[in-house]
Nanobody, 127 residues
């Protein structure tokens, strides 16, 4: 089992920045590819960003490229999502997810590929 705890959400004005953190426990963090997803009210959960277990490969939703950055530190069992130039459309609950993989550079973009999920952290962007 892998336990994931997100933090760093909150209320921010349009154009502001937030840095979300997701700390893992329970298993060897470096064996897991990580991802961030979000779900806005009344909408389906959508992919935001993913990072390989080694941290050398990343992938982003097309609409978010250039504004969001995913990173990780395996020694700290933590993955981050840096969000810049936030817009009201970014308002959602943000979830981190983990998936075991034997491949150092594999990134996973579909939520069904992830076995472990955090409880989510609310991000609200005011206009």
């Amino acid at each position: 089992q892998v336990q994931l705890v997100e933090s760093g959400g909150g209320l921010v004005q349009t154009g502001g920045s937030l840095r979300l953190s997701c700390t893992a426990s329970g298993r060897t963090f470096g064996n897991y590819a990580m991802g961030w997803f979000r779900q806005a009210p009344g909408k389906e959960r959508e992919f935001v960003a993913a990072i390989s277990r080694s941290g050398t490969s990343t992938y982003y939703a097309d609409s978010l490229k250039g504004r969001f950055t995913i990173s990780r530190d395996n020694a700290k069992n933590t993955v981050w999502l840096q969000m810049n130039s936030l817009e009201p459309e970014d308002t959602a609950v943000y979830y981190c997810a983990a998936a075991f993989t034997a491949l150092n550079t594999r990134v996973l973009r579909r939520d069904k590929e992830y076995a472990y999920w955090g409880q989510g952290t609310q991000v609200t962007v005011s206009s």
